[in-house]
């Protein structure tokens, strides 16, 4: 498995902007497909985006189309997600995840191996 350390979360207020970035270490960087995930309080956690091992492919959800962007640097074994116009339901707890690539859907959560211990973003109205 590969270990991953989430940074960057903050308190931004609506409409701002941060980066999230994601640290991997153990394994070969390039062998896993990335993915960000969030939680809210009182919810489920929820995907909102993914990154091919390559970084060619990209998802995102419907939530964040169009604000979000996921990349990833594999000389530097980080992904980042970059997170425009911020609102408050972008509040949440968010998770990086590792899954070797081309297995599983990279939407899903449970296709995972590996998380890490998250980053809190709060976005004030």
């Known amino acids: 498995q590969v270990q991953l350390l989430e940074s960057g979360g903050g308190l931004v207020q609506a409409g701002g902007s941060l980066r999230l970035s994601c640290a991997a270490s153990?394994?070969?960087?390039?062998?896993?497909?990335m993915g960000w995930f969030r939680q809210a309080p009182g919810k489920e956690r929820e995907f909102v985006a993914a990154?091919?091992?390559?970084?060619?492919?990209?998802d995102y959800a419907d939530s964040v189309q169009g604000r979000f962007t996921i990349s990833r640097d594999n000389a530097k074994n980080t992904v980042y997600l970059q997170m425009k116009s911020l609102n408050p339901e972008d509040t949440a707890v968010y998770y990086c995840?590792?899954?070797?690539?081309?297995?599983?859907?990279?939407?899903?959560?449970?296709?995972?191996?590996?998380w890490g211990q998250g980053t809190r973003v709060t976005v004030s109205s």
């Open positions: 995840a590792a899954k070797r690539f081309l297995r599983g859907n990279p939407l899903r959560a449970s296709d995972y191996d590996s």
């Open positions: 153990g394994r070969l960087f390039s062998d896993y497909d």
């Open positions: 990154v091919g091992w390559r970084g060619v492919t990209a």
